[in-house]
């Protein structure tokens, strides 16, 4: 078997994944999501904005807000993929997405079947 073999089976030979999250891994609050193709990747930049500190009376800090030209969203991450596996990521956010709203949903049904003094024990039990 020649080289060219060899590295085509190793290629074809799946292998389980040992995902690894290191403790030193940066968490950060996304509120914004910009998504840009470029060919068959696509690089998705995340944004959090960073609400300027105002200070003084309520009427003060509106007053300083209404002045600020624009509000600031620091990029947090940026990331490339391939076509296939940000189809692979819609699909299985999606999916996530899909669960949630059945739980959310199953949740609520559930809570308009119980009475209401049981409905405030089962509040303050949590």
Known sequence: MDQHDTGSQIIQTPK???WVI???IRTDHATHIVVQQNGSEFTLLFFEVQPPLFMGTPEEQLDQYEKLP???AKCIA???MSAENIAEATNNLVQSLN???EMLQASMK???N???SKRTELSTAS
């Open 114 to 116: 119980v009475n209401p």
């Open 110 to 112: 559930g809570q308009e």
């Open 22 to 24: 290191p403790d030193s």
């Open 78 to 80: 940026k990331i490339v």
């Open 70 to 72: 624009y509000t600031e």
């Open 99 to 101: 669960r949630l709203n």
């Open 16 to 18: 389980p994944i040992k």
